[in-house]
């Protein structure tokens, strides 16, 4: 009875030592190459895609960083293609170690593509099972450059793109999470958008939000971007500038929430928006006393200046037959009888209610 | 060495540990494909059936001879149709593995060390898988709830949790349809555990037993539906596994990725089920061959293991759910229904000294034989144990 326990336990011990370390998926870290990030552009071919994959440079160690430049802790490998899948392939072809796609910090995509690759190369990355979609998706005009800069500041394997985008440091809870813009294109009734970049130098910047249609990339102007952040309620901490009697006041920390509700009246479909938002005077009314009613002329002003660009963002959806607020997506669960087609914006109409307050006096008050 | 008998709290985690396991796969994505954003009210009426059998659960064995016939042909049929149920799941769950996490490694290694480690607890004597269970259970079950409550900051969408403004009828039977497989293991289970407990349990704490999985499961359902709304969570095979897969945490401090955290609760919590399940069939098995019962564990997952390794794909064990256990399984839950509430009503309740000796705290010392054990079988009790 004895050593049947014992021959029992020296097998069991055996095939869950044998198979749960799971060797047939065993690769040392030195024999992976972790894909920091992929950019897809253009070629002239038709259906040819530039995709350069970035790696960071595991040879890099702790104590060389310092001394390295920025351009060595990365490298890439540029490869053309018809889709995705067919481009790890080729890259893994040209690449010593086995290529680790759970770690991919971005996917920039040229703003020059047309919206059957985004959707084709998002469907590819979900498909796969081995992508982790908390990568960002983001565009910009060359999507090559933009996943190439590194900030001096960046050192491996951080991708300053997904640094700045995954800490909540921006003014704005930005878009483009993976999983959620495949999300967004599974589903109709929203538009989905993502970030532009823009490269200046060895630095990127965020501004504006690209819209994917059909007809194309949309850029919004940074007034309609800011208008999108209100109505979706993504603001956090973004500063306005309004005029109270012939002075420009500072409002900053501004943050918002928003309570959609889209309806079906006689009329069509209404937008009912409430957007209630709250800031902190920052700067400009030095000497202009301490009054309540001049805190509330700054409310009033910064409620308005908000409507505003909730209006234009509004305009903007209307005139190019997009909705990256989902506003017919969100009728449409509402009310099956809502259309969710998103370039049909007859008979919609927009109610907004702005509320701000001014939540602290600020320093110099 | 005498034993502790089982208390209504590990009545509550080894009814837990037994429902959840059959469901965890299929039954979100298809009861959205089915009944669109009504789902909820599906997931509701379900919940509804198992509070009525957990109600109408005799709680004990000790019958009049033909109700005793006649809940042992139940449990049977139950337990024989959770048997096959679980050859599905270790198939889904070695297909999940494999897609998700390990992309190399062959499905039959991903199962056997799990099915191994199950039967060789399941066959531990007297109660030592019951405290295997009773232990492990609420502890994955806390890790469950941490990834579930991190999980809803993923969740964006509360109008699709919602009920459409137009209940159509057909669509929400139909996803209750969907989800009948998990239905198989509730009465059984129930109905075993308490006959096993030291007091008969309370109809409080059935009503708890029931409600808590029935709690997870629209834990689920929110995590699922609310991050990826209706039309989306219909066009992934493994919606679960993809929302808390991509649940992250990079802002803290040393916690980014869940997904480990995830994939053993996942499988830990399922190899506790099918202890559970491997407990299952050891009783029935003992209403005939009491003596041999203990080895019932060895064909069983033994015909997991094959059974696993026949169905080609995770999406072919969908099919086999959908098309050939679904439509044979309410014909079962309707019969248990109906004989639950027909004991009720007609079955005489046992005498009150019966009761009382069903109540005895030390079940089994070597050799001795109870009241309570002449009722039943020995061998899963553990009467006779510590030979």
Redesign the interface.
Known sequence: MRAWRWV?GTL?TL??GT??T????QHPVEFRAPVAGISVDPTREPDQYDFTFLFPNVTVTASSIATIPPSEQFYSISVQAPTLTKAIDSVQRRQSRALYLGQIRILCMSSRLPLKVWTSTLQET?DS??F???FWVLTSPDARKALEITPPSEVVPDVALYRAL???IQPVLWPG????I???M???GISPAVMEVHPTGQQVALHQLAVLSPHGILLWSTTETDGWAYAVGRVQRTTETVMVGNQPDSVGLIRGHAQTRVVQTPNGVTVQLHLRCSGVVVGGMMGQGDSIAMDRQVEKRTADLIQQKVVAAWHEAVVTHTDPMGFH??GH????NIDDNVANWSGWTLETQVRFTLREEGVLR | MRETPLNSMAIIWIAFASIVTDGLFVWPLHIVMAAGQNADITLMLTGLWGIAVALLNPARENQPALWQMIFRGLNILGVLGVVILDAVMVSELSGMLQTFYYFETPRWVLSTPLLVASASAAMRRGNVPWRVVALWVPILAAGAVIILGISFTTVHHLRPLEPNQVVQVIPVIRAAGVEAFIGLSVGVTLRMASSFAAEPPSWAWRLVSIEIPILFFILLYVVAMGSLGPEALIQVRWPLVFVLDHVTLDSTFFLSRIGIMVILTWTIGMGMGFIVHLRLTQWVVSYRWPRTARWTPIPVTGWWWVGSLLITSPHAATQIVLHWIDPVVPLYLGMELLILAASRLFMKQPAPKQRGTSSITEPAGAGSVTQRSTSRSPTPTGSGSGS
């Open positions: 029992r069991a095939l869950l198979s749960l799971g060797c047939w998926d979900a099972g081995r982790v979609m908390t995954n800490s909540r999470r993976g999983w959620r495949w999300a967004e599974a589903t109709p997506r969100l669960w509402s009310d099956a």
